[in-house]
């Protein structure tokens, strides 16, 4: 039924606002009955960060901002949500209009801006779902006009460790004035160091709470070995590679709305966010897993990413273009790539042309 649905409402989708159209997805999967997708194969079980996934395609930050449909998305083939990016508390974001589809490209532009409705409803909504399983990560921000971005991190870490299966600290939307600067190494060292201690500080009373580092594609390669220095120094799970770009790739067609300002993502993401998965990937030498992002529209490019370092995937702008059945076509190829390969798990794959890619040239 699910998919009869979305081909049905996918072009009357499109041809509305692009929020719009956001707002009435997200009110359809609230209250529609929606069926459990079948359970996925063994083959395709994820360890990493000391979960269990049942599948390695996850749905990015940015679509349930408000965590008010986690289940329904898990319920529809997805081995795990991460819901928001959340802040302290509630904003509205940027002025509208705000969210631009390319559809010539499948790609997007975005300069929302943390628009959610803070923390409190946040927990309020993952409370509620408490003991339904499911891994539901959470994806936490500043206030664009906090005094003191570090100490929000810190204060999400206490308010939501309860409800978070994992939290990801986002320094990397370029639609925050300054947030990336939180990438620069003292910056981002003192951040890890506060954040780390806060939930060590309330870990007996949740419970171990993995915590992954989302950063920018567009960070220069001195800038990553930076980065990716100070997560091994302060024993960060996981990171997340990478968050939208504010380049724009000259093979881009839709010109005009190439000019809006905003992180760019989708298709033409790929190849740049690939090849620093790939450079991530080699520097971090086994320390924590890498989770894939940017790009992912298909069985092809969901293998690509695991070759080139990625132990678990993400998506949310393919399925504009492309609709929810993304997510089983996906699953299916990686099935039947491990069956061509006669591997018997994904990790085997995972960052098996890491070191060739980067020997390539630099994605123009």
Known sequence: MIG????????????????????????????????????DGDELTVRAFGLKFPNPVGFAAGFDKNAQVADALLRLGFGFVEVGTVTPRPQSGNPRPRLFRLESDQAVINRLGFNNDGAAAVHMHLSVRRGAGGIVG???????????????????????????????????????????????????????????DARERIRPSTGPVPLLLKIAPDLTLPEL??????????????????????????????????????????????????????????????????????????????????KAGATLLQLYSALVYHGIGLVTEIKTDLTAALKRGHRNSLASMVGSDAAAITAESWPG
Do not use: C, W
């Open 225 to 306: 070995d930076d980065v990716v220095g100070v997560a091994r120094k302060r024993h960060v799970d996981g990171m997340i590679v990478g968050n939208t770009t504010i380049t724009r790739p000259g093979s881009l067609r839709d010109r005009n709305k190439t000019r809006e300002q905003g992180g760019l993502s989708g298709r033409p993401l790929f190849k740049l966010s690939t090849r620093m998965l790939a450079e991530t990937f080699v520097r971090a030498e086994g320390a924590f897993p890498v989770v894939g992002v940017g790009g992912v529209d298909s069985g092809a490019t969901a293998i690509a990413k695991i």
């Open 4 to 39: 009869l649905f979305d081909r049905l409402s996918r072009p009357f989708l499109r041809a509305l606002d692009p929020e719009d159209a956001h707002r009435l997805a997200i009110k359809a999967l609230r209250l529609m009955p929606l069926a459990r997708a079948p359970a």
């Open 138 to 196: 959470v994806n936490i921000g500043a206030n664009r006009d906090t005094k003191d971005r570090v100490e929000d991190y810190v204060r999400l870490i206490e308010t939501l460790s309860a409800v978070a299966s994992y939290f990801t600290v986002n320094v990397s939307s370029p639609n925050t004035p300054g947030l990336r600067d939180l990438q620069q190494a003292k910056a981002l060292d003192d951040l890890l160091a506060r954040v780390i």
